[in-house]
Antibody
Framework: QMQLQESGPGLVKPSETLSLTCNVS????????WSWIRQAPGKGPEWIGY???????NYNPSLKSRVTISVDTSKNQFSLKLNSVTAADTAVFYC?????????????????WGQGTMVTVSP | YELTQPSSVSVSPGQTARITCSGN??????AFWYQQRPGQAPVLLIY???ERASGIPERFSGSSSGTIVTLTISGVQAEDEADYYC???????????FGGGTKLTVL
């Protein structure tokens, strides 16, 4: 049974870079698209971006200038960097797997989520 | 681009709950539905408008008509009390968007 686990600092200072890693266990990272999604307190989820296991990426236009998602297949993990953070970036950050649809087919559905990690941006 | 959901829906146990989601791109993009209980990650319920995800009870169903998609929960149970979110791509499929969520209250 594949599981996802986010890790990284829970507190980041304004203007600094938020860095998170998602460890994939119980299965291979290969073959799937993987996303980062965040959810501010009391709000709906916001998609940040995805990476295919071969390295292709796509980002939310509203965050594109500040986001980098990378993958390390040898470690079975993928990562998020969000730079120049402000208080508005405070949220629970989730990593998620896209529903598999075969080959390099892209499915927008997220069928497996990590438990989420709270990141607070504060001095 | 936005997906619009009612902020809340209330039903009595055993009744049918319908949660709508509207957005221009829904005429060309598939919709997906998630259930989120407090303090937990979202769970995929419905994909491609009406397909039930693995392990999801048959009382959950999805439908689509033009720019509106609907999640129907038949025979609502107390455990169905949660937040429900729709998701779709923007009209060209370039990025993913979530609705603001609907809080389902079981009276």
């Amino acid at each position: 049974q594949m599981q996802l686990q986010e890790s990284g600092p829970g507190l980041v200072k304004p203007s600094e870079t938020l860095s998170l890693t998602c460890n994939v266990s119980g299965g291979s990272i290969s073959g799937y698209h993987w996303s980062w999604i965040r959810q501010a307190p009391g709000k709906g989820p916001e998609w940040i971006g995805y990476i295919f296991y071969l390295g292709a990426t796509n980002y939310n236009p509203s965050l594109k200038s500040r986001v980098t998602i990378s993958v390390d297949t040898s470690k079975n993990q993928f990562s998020l960097k969000l730079n120049s953070v402000t208080a508005a970036d405070t949220a629970v950050f989730y990593c998620a797997r896209h529903l598999y649809c075969g080959g390099d087919c892209y499915s927008p559905a997220f069928d497996l989520w990590g438990q989420g990690t709270m990141v607070t941006v504060s001095p | 681009y936005e997906l619009t959901q009612p902020s809340s829906v209330s039903v009595s146990p055993g009744q049918t709950a319908r949660i709508t989601c509207s957005g221009n791109a829904l005429s060309t993009q598939y919709a997906f539905w998630y259930q989120q209980r407090p303090g937990q990650a979202p769970v995929l319920l419905i994909y491609k408008d009406k397909e039930r995800a693995s392990g999801i009870p048959e009382r959950f169903s999805g439908s689509s008509s033009g720019t509106i998609v609907t999640l129907t929960i038949s025979g609502v149970q107390a455990e169905d009390e949660a937040d429900y979110y729709c998701q779709s791509g923007e009209i060209n499929g370039a990025f993913e968007v979530f609705g603001g969520g609907t809080k389902l209250t079981v009276l």
